[in-house]
């Protein structure tokens, strides 16, 4: 399968950046109480390792393992930018330090050490990666949390999905339009699409879970 520098990934360099290492996204900063909101009642009673596929500049991972430290929550990035990035924003957060992992999702990236030592996962999160990356990325993932993801365990996508063919709105439609005039191999993915690949590997059809801005929070269980 694919290797870490082998396919196009989105960058972040029109982001904010500190001397620290830092990359600041205001939609990440827009996004974490409705998300922390949602999480809190899909995570709730649950323990162990939670994998972050993607984490970009993580502010994401940072605000969650502050929002849920019964958890052990791992953020991975291929990037060496995202990852000097993520571990800044958990230095300065005080959040608790998990040295981010060095994954590409297309990859086989369940039979890595560092996947393995982790121990069954109770979920496997991936945030706004789907349409920024090739659809080998989306497979990817979810053939990997099959592989290591514990019984009753969750995959959960968030970011924009069409469903059944269709935008959920013309933000949406336009957005995709133009995702794919910069790269042809981004593009919103439909929710049916990433079904057919995870239902024969033992997940659940996906709870639609609507979100701000017409996003969408994907939730698989094991």
């Not at 694919?2 to 290492?21: I, K, L, M, V, W």
């Not at 930018?81 to 608790?96: D, E, F, G, T, V």
């Not at 979920?123 to 789907?130: K, L």
Request: charged share 20%.
């Amino acid at each position: 399968m694919a290797g870490a520098g082998s396919h196009p990934r989105f960058t972040y360099s029109d982001f904010e950046r500190f001397p620290d290492g830092r990359i600041f996204n205001a939609t990440c900063l827009r996004n974490n109480p409705p998300m922390v909101a949602r999480l809190a009642r899909l995570l709730d009673g649950r323990r162990g390792p939670v994998l972050e596929i993607g984490a970009g500049t993580g502010q994401h991972a940072a605000a969650f393992a502050l929002a849920f430290p019964e958890l052990d929550w791992v953020p991975s990035d291929p990037d060496p930018q995202h990852r000097a990035s993520i571990a800044a924003w958990q230095a300065m957060l005080r959040a608790p330090e998990r040295p981010p992992l060095e994954i590409d999702a297309a990859d086989n990236w369940a039979e890595s050490p560092e996947v393995r030592e982790l121990g069954p996962l109770t979920a496997v999160v991936s945030m706004n990666v789907a349409h920024i990356a090739p659809v080998e990325v989306t497979q990817g993932i979810i053939c990997g949390a099959a592989a290591a993801m514990a019984p009753g365990g969750l995959l959960l996508f968030y970011g924009p999905f069409a469903i059944g063919g269709r935008h959920t709105g013309p933000g949406n439609a336009a957005f995709d339009a133009d995702l794919r005039a910069r790269n042809p191999a981004w593009g919103i993915r439909d929710v049916g699409d990433l079904a057919g690949i995870a239902t024969p590997l033992g997940f659940t059809a996906p709870d639609i879970l609507a979100m701000p801005a017409d996003n969408r929070l994907l939730v698989f269980r094991r």
